[in-house]
């Protein structure tokens, strides 16, 4: 069965902090994916990233960055130079190999990010 | 401008009602998704579809029903059979012939009482 634990319920930082949300998965599957999604006070979510099982080069956008480790089935985000437009909620997500099928994720409990100005 | 619109965003029924939530896009997307969110729990999968007249069963489709008849359109159907359905409930949709990730709408917050 497949898992994703944020075990950080709720993460409250003064603006321009670094702050680093956790993800730990379990999957059976040797290949697999893993995103991260952020849901604003709005509500829908806002796909970040994705990567494969295969590739675990670090990725860097902006302000963003993404560590990912298979020895540790993490996928951590971290976000530097923290702006109070970052407050929302960060979702991890997983989901078996991507064929011409569904992709069916199964997700974290979230991490709520409040930036404090 | 392409996206994905649930309506309405707020909606209130009395215990024993079926109601149905709207989800409609413009993306030309073959594959559609409901998903239901709880605080602290994160978002599970209700149904999923890949083609019109095709749907499948997700983790927690038990108390909901729905129908894929136009390819722009997945509604869901909660019915009187669903013990909680008080949550946010969030429609997907996904390009599958490029595997994209999934597009969500903003969500349709549902209150029984």
């Known amino acids: 069965a497949q898992k994703v634990t944020q075990a950080q319920t709720e993460i409250s930082v003064v603006e321009k902090e670094d702050v680093t949300l956790d993800c730990v998965y379990e999957?059976?599957?040797?290949?697999?994916?893993l995103f991260w999604y952020k849901q604003p006070p709005s509500g829908e979510l806002v796909f970040l990233i994705r990567?494969?099982?295969?590739?675990?080069q670090n990725e860097i956008s902006g302000r963003y960055s993404w560590n990912f480790q298979k020895s540790t089935s993490s996928f951590n985000f971290t976000i530097t130079a923290s702006q109070v437009v970052d407050s929302a909620v960060y979702f991890c997500a997983l989901s078996g190999p991507l064929r011409q099928g569904a992709q069916k994720l199964v997700f974290g409990q979230g991490t709520r990010l409040t930036i404090n100005p | 401008d392409g996206g994905i619109t649930q309506s309405p965003k707020y909606l209130f029924r009395k215990e024993g009602q079926n109601v149905t939530l709207s989800c409609e896009q413009n993306?030309?997307?073959?594959?559609m998704y409901w998903y239901r969110q709880d605080p602290g729990q994160g978002l599970r999968l209700i149904y999923y579809s890949q083609i019109v007249n095709d749907f499948q069963k997700g983790d927690i489709a038990e108390g909901y029903s729905v129908s894929r008849e136009k390819k722009e359109s997945f509604p869901l159907t909660v019915t009187s059979a669903q013990k909680n359905p008080t949550a946010f409930y969030l429609c997907a949709s996904q390009n599958r012939a490029t595997n994209s990730p999934l597009h969500f709408g903003n969500g349709t917050r549902l209150t029984v009482t």
């Open positions: 999957t059976r599957d040797t290949t697999y994916y």
């Open positions: 993306l030309n997307h073959d594959a």
């Open positions: 990567r494969n099982s295969f590739d675990e």
